[in-house]
């Protein structure tokens, strides 16, 4: 497997099998109304790969109506296969960010440097995945980048469910100053209940995460549990540091499993074991998880530079609202913020990968994973993560 900034817009690359794969509801038509459909997938959130569903049963993304409809405001779109396509933002100074419709993933962001560059932020890395149960035949796995992993259900509902694909609602601001895209996910059986926007914003110095969710339920509140998950590309955790965090509360946690993870293989004491619903056991020592799911008592960060270089996951529950990540080997720095939320995730893979390899990140999220949210009917809830260049 190898990892990439999946920048390329050229149809012909490797990983373009890889977007066959993502469910769409995107129709030929030209008709707004019809955009902005998608479906929920009704699900636990599970593990899975890009290569679960076949695209014979979906409509193909209409590349010349996005491109006629949001054209101007400093994004492009091209066609990858049928029912994909990859969105790409850039502004004047340089920087750039690229996503993928239909399953929101953001799979890049370079940001403009002091000495007059560009710098690949993120970790996005593709390979490939084996059959299906379906039978389907095989695919691409990607992962990385900033992706939402989240549940939902009503009270009283056994079943929960999580967005999968998004439609483009809105394409606002310029490639002078900054440029938002507004993505949308409602339908299916939970389309009377929940409305989800998902806002990517991109500025001169700053990469923006914004969910929207609104109970559309009169009568019924409706839970949310998860994460906006962020892979921040490192040279290695042993040369990175967590800055600002000492006096906070955290609690020991197993790595977070999604959708888009980037997980590390496990050792061989570990090989077929499963992962459970949202907490998984992939990719973690053994030793490490037995240790903290015995004590998973709740501590307090010490370090006012928390070094990274073991592999450690936690959740915080009362974080400053920003720290910064510093990454000697690459001589630079991410302040990452967050608005809405009341916790905060980070997991290191630890210092035993390659250098400057496939698992050189250190995966960050704002989330409700300890705690999960409660919206009451009519309420409309917003949280914000925010990835700040400080090196401009």
Request: hydrophobic share 30%; aromatic share 8%; charged share 15%.
């Amino acid at each position: 497997m190898a990892f990439t900034s999946l920048l390329s817009l050229n149809p012909t690359n490797p990983i373009s099998s890889a977007f066959r794969n993502f469910s769409s509801s995107y129709p030929a038509s030209h008709s707004p109304s019809h955009l902005l459909s998608s479906t929920f997938n009704r699900r636990e959130l599970q593990p899975s790969t890009v290569a679960s569903q076949s695209t014979s049963q979906f409509q193909p993304i209409n590349v010349d109506y996005l491109e006629q409809e949001f054209s101007g405001h400093g994004v492009s779109f091209q066609t990858l296969e049928e029912t994909c396509c990859v969105g790409k933002m850039r502004l004047k100074n340089g920087s750039t960010a690229t996503f993928l419709l239909p399953s929101g993933l953001i799979t890049s962001y370079k940001a403009k440097m002091w000495h007059g560059g560009t710098m690949e932020l993120l970790q996005t890395s593709v390979g490939s995945s084996s059959s299906t149960s379906r039978g389907e035949e095989d695919g691409v796995l990607i992962q990385g980048g900033v992706s939402l992993a989240f549940n939902f259900n009503s009270h009283g509902c056994e079943t929960s469910w999580s967005p999968r694909t998004w439609a483009i609602s809105d394409v606002r601001g310029d490639s002078g100053d900054s440029i938002e895209v507004e993505l949308v996910s409602t339908g299916g059986a939970v389309e009377q209940m929940v409305e989800i926007r998902y806002t990517i914003t991109m500025s001169e110095d700053m990469l923006s995460s914004e969910l929207s969710v609104s109970n559309l339920n009169p009568s019924s509140p409706i839970m949310m549990k998860g994460s906006i998950l962020s892979h921040l590309t490192v040279s290695t955790p042993e040369a990175t540091s967590a800055c600002g965090l000492e006096g906070s509360n955290f609690f020991p946690r197993p790595m977070f499993m999604s959708d888009f993870a980037i997980v590390p293989p496990p050792p061989p004491s570990q090989l077929g074991q499963k992962s459970g619903n949202l907490w998984g056991r992939r990719g973690r020592n053994q030793n490490v998880v037995a240790r903290e799911e015995e004590e998973g008592m709740e501590g307090e960060e010490s370090d006012s530079h928390k070094k990274l270089t073991e592999q450690m996951c936690r959740v915080y529950t009362n974080a400053p609202r920003n720290f910064t990540l510093i990454d000697r080997g690459r001589r630079n720095s991410v302040v990452i913020g967050r608005e809405g939320f009341n916790e905060m995730y980070m997991y290191s893979p630890g210092s035993s990968h390659e250098s400057y390899g496939m698992y050189s990140y250190i995966c960050v999220g704002q989330s409700a994973m300890l705690n999960p949210l409660a919206l009451a009917p009519g309420q409309v809830w917003r949280g914000c993560q925010h990835l700040h260049n400080p090196n401009l």
